[in-house]
């Protein structure tokens, strides 16, 4: 059977229904990333997802569809630290948005949550920085 070029009309009801699936879908994912000091916002990292749960191409969808849509995200900046005697010791901070907001605005947001973590340690015992992001159901 061929689909239709042309997107059919979702009442309301239907569209809040898809909206509630995607969001506990999206809240399945979890962004991560790991970068070194000095690095501006080079992080190395991926998403983590029940494998048993969703496939790939269910983690891109669900990860576009994020990245588009007004979301609650939370968000944990980690700093990891190794003071001179040895010792390793970490830092962190977590916050969630008390609003939808779009992706571009969380990025700002982690690295100021980022800052908050480091200030609350010594800048020379500094040897990684980690993040985890996601949608809150």
């Not at 849509?69 to 962190?92: F, I």
Request: proline share 3%; aromatic share 8%.
């Amino acid at each position: 059977m061929a689909r239709s070029k042309h997107k059919r009309k979702v009442s309301g009801k239907k569209h809040k229904i898809y909206q509630d699936r995607s969001r506990r879908l999206a809240s399945l994912l979890v962004w991560h990333g790991v970068g070194h000091p000095g690095d501006d916002d080079d992080y190395v990292g991926g998403i983590r997802w029940p494998r048993h749960l969703l496939s790939a191409q269910d983690v891109d969808r669900i990860t576009r569809w994020a990245l588009a849509t007004p979301n609650r995200w939370w968000c944990r900046a980690t700093v990891m630290c190794v003071a001179d005697d040895g010792t390793s010791y970490q830092e962190a901070a977590e916050s969630e948005t008390l609003q939808a907001c779009v992706a571009n605005e969380v990025s700002h947001w982690r690295m100021g949550l980022m800052e908050d973590a480091k200030a609350r340690c010594n800048p020379r015992h500094i040897i990684a920085e980690k993040f985890e992001t996601g949608v809150i159901a």
